[in-house]
């Protein structure tokens, strides 16, 4: 495969063309330095065939922000620890040289005083105008600090300095964001000025360094709009990058522009933007450049990042989330097994939201993602004979650790295909790309010791035969005994997702969860007048935040009603009746006219019953403690296979 082969970038060779692009993990330690969890996370990428590695967001100076950081001499060894690893595997490392776009040293003060109000309103004055306001002394000061951090990476061993061209750099680019008249701003040669400048004193700093350029597009709308603010639009990018080749810069990387208040921007749940949207940038600027270029988004699958390379679009891959879901892409295209590879769904749960809600990167599909120090898959000693009953996402999971453990396993499963809940989770609109997770399942289980036992259950008498049951049987939806819930107008919302019942016409959801909203979008989608039902104050509360814009956007274009704050009182032949009590207004209740009153409200464990069972039966998935989402299918499964 082409993205296997060698790369020259500046005076180095990449191993291979498979990039992990800079991402925010929350790995770091409070001073910045590269920690365990970090460096396990770094050390297996490189030891799943990753040719180049960048770490994200790395400040040169003490920030109250949580990013990795590389200032000090003590903070050194940390670095140099990961890059001799990344090294025993052949992999270079690189480091995202980055300054956060307010006033580090002012806010460091107020913190310092403990006036937390004054710099919270600092962080966001400086976060709109603080380029506009920093002196060009204190630009100088920017210069200087990077400078230093540069010469510490080159100590520490590492291989490449990524300019980070979005955040201040980007900003300071964009003519949507720099308004300043002096030297800095207005024209394009103005504007480009600092980032060329800082091009200039890492070529002296640090000469046998690589120096990659991450190069943020501001790219146009549908509307006429335009996605992004933190860069430059297509045509001064092209002008741009021939000026940092020709300054001096070894590598181009070229990514879809920041700065917008949505990380769904640059970082694009499924369905939200098209495969590879970045790539056709990426193309235009390495038609102009002789320096290898890079380019990331929404690269899924080997073959689509196999294309992009052979077709000459860009040199270098960049897999962010592709890599959390399987750090081992390189190895497997190596090992002819490409089809084996667990291809990430886009559905941000374990990556982008936890870094929004300040939690640490992790994966919900790989368990070990995060977790590198301590989840790891350990040989059995003895081998067992093991039954896993439901081949749903828990069962599927469990039966892939068990098997690589060594276990014999056997699943049952009472349907005739594998999916469980996924086969109506990806129903709605937009979430068809969680079918992958079964292709995964089905690739590799194929070859493991795994035995398929479709359209059969598990009964007592059989049970005997094996040394443990991991169940996997999954919950259901359940209908309140609210009066009327048994009238043929309602159906169940997982039966809606099925296709085993219908609804048309006025159809009333009850329930505002995720499945409730979503079932709404999908009915809506079929023509039907929804309105939603939710008790809480907000709907979807569950989903990604980077989904939630194109989610409500959706809701409002097919005209969904939402009632919040409302209780479902009494279900009539051909009506509801509601009571709103949103707090502060006066209690009222009410009658909705409804054709088909769908249920969204909850969902009830089942576990089988094994009769008088003497050997381990373990519950995972929904049927375990309490019913999940996939994050926890998959965690509650591999934990408890690899524990036989």
Same mark, same amino acid.
């Given at each position: ?28 330690? *409070? ?5 365990? =969890? ?27 922000? +949580? ?83 540069? *010469? ?37 040669? /103005? ?35 335009? *996605? ?12 741009? #990058?021939?000026?940092?080749?020709? /300054? ?7 990514? =879809? ?72 892409? #390189? ?21 982008? &939201?936890?870094?929004?809600?300040? #939690? ?33 996402? #828990? ?32 129903? +709605? ?119 939630? +814009? ?14 919040? /704050? ?7 032949? &051909? ?33 089988? &019953? ?35």
């Amino acid at each position: 495969m082409k993205i296997l082969e060698p790369v020259k970038v500046g005076r180095l060779t990449f191993k291979n063309r498979i990039m992990f692009p800079p991402l925010t993990t929350g790995y770091e330690e *409070r001073d910045g330095s590269i920690g365990e =969890q970090s460096f396990r996370f770094y050390e297996r990428l490189a030891r799943g065939g990753v040719g180049y590695i960048v770490i994200g967001d790395v400040a040169p100076l003490a920030t109250f922000t +949580p990013t990795p950081k590389l200032f000090r001499q003590d903070q050194l060894s940390t670095f140099k620890r990961l890059a001799d690893a990344c090294h025993r595997y052949d992999c270079k490392l690189g480091i995202q040289l980055f300054h956060p776009e307010y006033d580090v040293d002012a806010l460091n003060a107020l913190f310092a005083q403990g006036k937390m109000d004054e710099a919270r309103l600092k962080v966001k004055h400086d976060m709109q105008f603080f380029i506009n306001e920093m002196t060009e002394e204190q630009i100088e000061t920017i210069l200087r600090h990077m400078e230093a951090c540069a *010469r510490l990476a080159q100590e520490a061993g590492v291989d490449c300095i990524e300019i980070h061209g979005d955040r201040l750099v980007g900003s300071l680019c964009s003519r949507l964001l720099n308004h300043r008249t002096d030297s800095y701003g207005g024209s394009f040669t /103005n504007r480009i000025r600092f980032a060329l400048a800082l091009v200039e004193r890492l070529k002296k700093a640090v000469p046998d360094m690589v120096i990659d350029y991450k190069l943020p597009v501001i790219t146009p709308l549908k509307d006429g709009g335009l *996605r992004g603010k933190g860069g430059l639009e297509i045509e001064e990018a092209e002008q741009f #990058a021939l000026l940092l080749e020709k /300054n001096g810069v070894d590598t181009i990387h070229v990514a =879809q522009a920041d700065h917008t208040g949505n990380m769904a921007d640059t970082i694009p749940p499924m369905g939200t933007q098209p495969y590879g949207f970045i790539v056709s940038c990426a193309e235009k600027i390495k038609k102009l450049v002789s320096i290898p270029i890079s380019c990331v988004g929404r690269i899924v699958t080997p073959e689509a990042a196999e294309a992009i390379v052979t077709a000459g679009k860009a040199d270098i891959i960049g897999l962010g989330r592709s890599l959390l879901a399987d750090p081992d892409f #390189a190895l497997k295209c190596a090992e002819g097994r490409a089809h084996c590879v667990r291809t990430c769904i886009m559905c941000n749960k374990g990556c982008t &939201d936890n870094i929004q809600n300040r #939690a640490f990167l992790s994966c919900v599909l790989n368990a070990e993602n995060g977790y590198e120090g301590s989840r790891q898959i350990t040989p059995a000693e003895p081998k067992k004979q093991i039954a896993v009953v439901g081949a749903g996402i #828990a069962g599927l999971e469990a039966a892939r650790v068990a098997a690589m453990k060594g276990h014999a396993v056997t699943i049952y499963e009472k349907s005739l295909k594998i999916g469980g809940q996924i086969l109506i989770a990806s129903v +709605p609109p937009r979430k068809e790309e969680m079918m992958r997770i079964l292709n995964y399942y089905e690739a590799v289980l194929a070859s493991l010791p795994v035995t398929f036992r479709f359209g059969a259950t598990l009964s007592p008498e059989e049970t005997s035969t094996y040394d443990a049951i991991l169940v996997a049987t999954g919950a259901r939806n359940t209908i309140p005994p609210i009066k009327g819930h048994d009238l043929p107008l309602v159906v169940s919302a997982w039966d809606i997702l099925a296709r085993k019942s219908i609804a048309f016409g006025k159809t009333v959801v009850i329930g505002g969860g995720l499945v409730g909203v979503e079932t709404a979008e999908y009915l809506a989608h079929q023509g039907c007048d929804v309105t939603i039902i939710e008790m809480l104050d907000t709907i979807a509360r569950e989903e990604s935040g980077t989904i939630l +814009p194109t989610l409500t956007a959706e809701l409002d274009a097919y005209h969904v009603v939402r009632h919040t /704050n409302t209780r479902l009182e009494e279900i009539h032949a &051909d009506s509801v009746t509601v009571t709103d009590s949103t707090p502060g207004q006066e209690s009222r209740t009410f009658t909705l006219p409804a054709d088909f009153v769908v249920m969204a409200v909850g969902a009830k464990k089942q576990i089988p &019953d094994f009769g008088d069972c003497h050997i381990p039966v373990i519950c995972i998935g929904d049927c375990g403690e309490r019913p999940g989402n996939i994050d926890h299918a998959v965690k509650s499964a591999y934990d408890a296979a690899n524990a036989l």
